[in-house]
């Protein structure tokens, strides 16, 4: 009796569990079907072709520019100032008058020596007759020349002085902010103003170090210039038409000087610039910025590639990467060109993702495909 029971009770605790497991099957193939019904997880992208193409690497370095004409003018002698001829930052013309100098006691003295010039002519053609005659010795006249010419030596002197003492401007250009006024003293060697010349070309000087490929005298080399508003402004070209003869000994650095237009004034003295130097030229991809990712592993690149039923499938391929040129990448290794790429939207992609692009849209579309 005690045997059926246990039968009975052992019977019905397997008929439960029994059941609790259909149920649970039950459960779990309805939540799988569920889950089937969702469509498979995909992105959509834009999409384009890897290009091959030939790059030329280049050396950047930062350049300055240096005004043809520039230099300081000091004065060679000391004086009073009687009269100013520019204001600060004034454009002035070659031969313009700057500054003029009290010529006052440079000018009486000037006329004094005249006198005496004159003065001495007179004795010379005096004692030229009296050794005609035969009255004097020729020491006598001898002496005579020699104090006309003296005496016209310290003319000259006095007037060099004197123009010496008016500064003008050697070229046409542009002054410093120097001020200046009337009756003000200025010492021997004040500097008087900067001057930067008005010119339709502008030196750039750079630095290639040593151990880096050298241009050639004559090569171009590209310019470009930091703006506050703007990354970089379009690149100049400039040519190279000097190279300094040897490195130098400190930074181990070879100088070079490009000459650059300026005809529109846009570029000034001292203005720093990057200087872009053609360097080899290699076999490359260039793909665009937005077709690269990057993460804890690399950059990659999503390859678009087509499953056996002929959707879209997105494969990371593993890309070194080169120089940047405007909003393309240049990819050194990799890629081998012509590949369908992801290009913007690439980010939300990983591996054997379903990819929807463009080219996806319109070919479904023809077909009758929502």
Do not use: C
């Not at 500054?99 to 006052?104: A, C, E, G, P």
């Not at 005609?132 to 010795?137: A, D, G, M, N, P």
């Not at 339709?200 to 750079?206: E, P, T």
């Not at 804890?296 to 087509?306: A, D, N, Q, R």
């Amino acid at each position: 009796m005690n045997i059926k029971r246990w039968l009975t009770a052992i019977f019905i605790v397997l008929v439960v569990i029994a059941s609790l497991g259909f149920i649970k099957f039950s459960q779990i193939q309805a939540m799988i079907a569920f889950g089937e019904s969702f469509p498979e997880p995909s992105a959509s992208v834009k999409s384009t072709y890897a290009q091959a193409v030939e790059h030329t690497t280049h050396i950047k370095v930062v350049g300055q520019l240096q005004a043809r004409q520039n230099m300081t003018i000091s004065n060679e002698y000391p004086g009073q100032i009687t009269f100013v001829g520019f204001n600060p930052g004034d454009t002035v013309n070659a031969g313009d008058v700057l500054i003029k100098l009290d010529t006052s006691i440079d000018e009486a003295n000037l006329k004094a020596a005249k006198a005496r010039v004159k003065l001495a002519k007179s004795t010379y053609a005096r004692v030229v007759k009296l050794l005609e005659q035969k009255r004097i010795s020729p020491d006598e006249v001898d002496q005579a020349e020699a104090n006309v010419s003296i005496g016209e030596a310290e003319v000259q002197n006095l007037e060099a002085l004197i123009a010496k003492k008016t500064i003008t401007a050697p070229f046409a250009g542009h002054t410093g902010f120097d001020q200046y006024q009337v009756g003000q003293f200025l010492d021997v060697n004040s500097q008087i103003t900067t001057m930067v010349g008005k010119d339709d070309a502008i030196w750039v000087d750079f630095h290639v170090p040593q151990t880096l490929s050298q241009p050639s005298i004559g090569s171009e080399v590209s310019i470009s210039f930091s703006n506050n508003n703007q990354n970089v402004q379009s690149d100049y070209q400039a040519q190279i038409i000097a190279k300094k003869p040897s490195i130098d000994l400190n930074s181990r650095q070879q100088s070079y000087r490009a000459l650059l237009s300026n005809a529109d004034k846009l570029f000034n003295h001292n203005q720093m610039a990057m200087v872009k130097i053609p360097s080899t030229t290699v076999n490359a991809v260039m793909v665009p910025t937005n077709a690269i990712t990057r993460s804890h592993f690399g950059e990659f690149v999503y390859k678009l590639e087509k499953d056996d039923e002929q959707n879209w499938r997105a494969t990371p391929i593993k890309v070194t990467l080169g120089d940047k040129v405007q909003d393309n990448q240049i990819v050194l290794s990799g890629l081998t060109g012509g590949e369908f790429i992801a290009s913007e939207g690439a980010f939300k992609l990983r591996e054997n993702l379903l990819v929807f692009t463009e080219q996806t849209a319109s070919t479904q579309s023809e077909n009758g495909v929502q």
